[in-house]
Every structure is written in structure tokens, then in C-alpha cells.
């Protein structure tokens, strides 16, 4: 089968579990495409038989293009299985506003979009200071000091589960496989 990969990403870390997405699918013997949300403008969904959508959350929202994307391809989104990745470093946490907030942005993005994606998987972000300039940096620290985070300005801290997104994407793909053996 073949599978769509969409993504936006503003620090690299969704491009990374984007890539660690299209890795494990082809793995399991599938032909995989990988394209950023800008690139995939106005790509045929009809070729694939699911579609993987990764954006991180930034400021109470996600990436335009991805945004873009999605409501422009409700239609053929709706055709496919379909797994949505938002990525944010509340999803490594256990605080229940935070929890809230992850929940309303992603509904937010799918009534704007008018997408209904089969599953949502949320998958938890990192702190990538080596990508930072200056304010942003000031910026990300004050939020880890805000969690209780002791963080080293100097360097990177990943908090995505890789086996957890693992699974999920066995798991989307046993669904793709169910409904593929179903239509034959």
C-alpha cells in the first residue's frame, strides 16, 4: 500500500517524528511519501490508501500550511484512513489545563478545516534550543521554568515517545490492512 505523509514543522522536531513515520511504515512494507504541507499542495489523495498528518502546536495553533492542506483536501482526506500527529511539549505533561488546551487547539483546527481524522494521536514535542535565536530561547525557558523544568539553555531535550508513536502508527496501519482485506 501506499501512504501519504504530510507535515509542518517550525523548530524540526515534527520533521524528525515525520521522518521516524515514514521509516517505520516503509519497514513494514509500504511505499511511503513524505512531504511538507507546502510541497503537497494540490496532491491527488486518491493514489494512496492512508494519509499521516504531523503539525506542532505553537501558540494556541498549528502551521497554516497544514491548516491550508487539510481544507483544501477534506474531501480525499475523507476517502483514506487518516492519523493526525500534533506535536507540542504539553503532550509530555500530565496537567490537566494543559491537557485542555492541546484538546480545544486541535478542535479548533478541525472545525476550521473541516477535517475528521479517523484517529488523533498526540505526541509530545522538545525543547530544541540549538534552533532558537535569542527571544525565542528566553521565551522557552520561561515556560520550562513555569513547568518546573530545569533546562540547559545550551542544549536540546526530547521528550517524544518513540516507542508510543510506534505503536500508534502499528496501529493505524492495522486498521489501513483491516479495511484493505474488508474491500476485497
Known sequence: MKIVIVYATTDGQTRKIARFAADRLADAGHAVELLTAADAEGLDLARFAGAVLAGSLHGGGLQRDLARFAGAQT???????????????????????????????????????????????????????????????????????????????SGDREYTDWAALGAALDGFLAGIDVKALAAT
Open 75 to 153: 474531501t480525499g482526506l475523507a476517502a483514506v484512513p487518516t492519523l493526525f500527529l500534533p506535536v507540542s511539549l504539553s503532550a509530555a505533561g500530565t496537567d490537566a489545563q494543559d491537557w485542555a488546551g492541546l484538546h480545544k487547539c486541535v478542535a479548533d483546527f478541525l472545525a476550521q478545516t473541516k477535517w475528521a481524522p479517523t484517529q488523533v494521536v498526540h505526541v509530545a514535542g522538545a525543547f530544541r534550543f540549538s534552533e532558537y535565536d535569542f527571544f525565542r530561547a528566553w521565551a522557552m525557558r520561561r515556560i520550562a521554568d513555569q513547568k518546573g523544568e530545569a533546562m540547559d539553555p
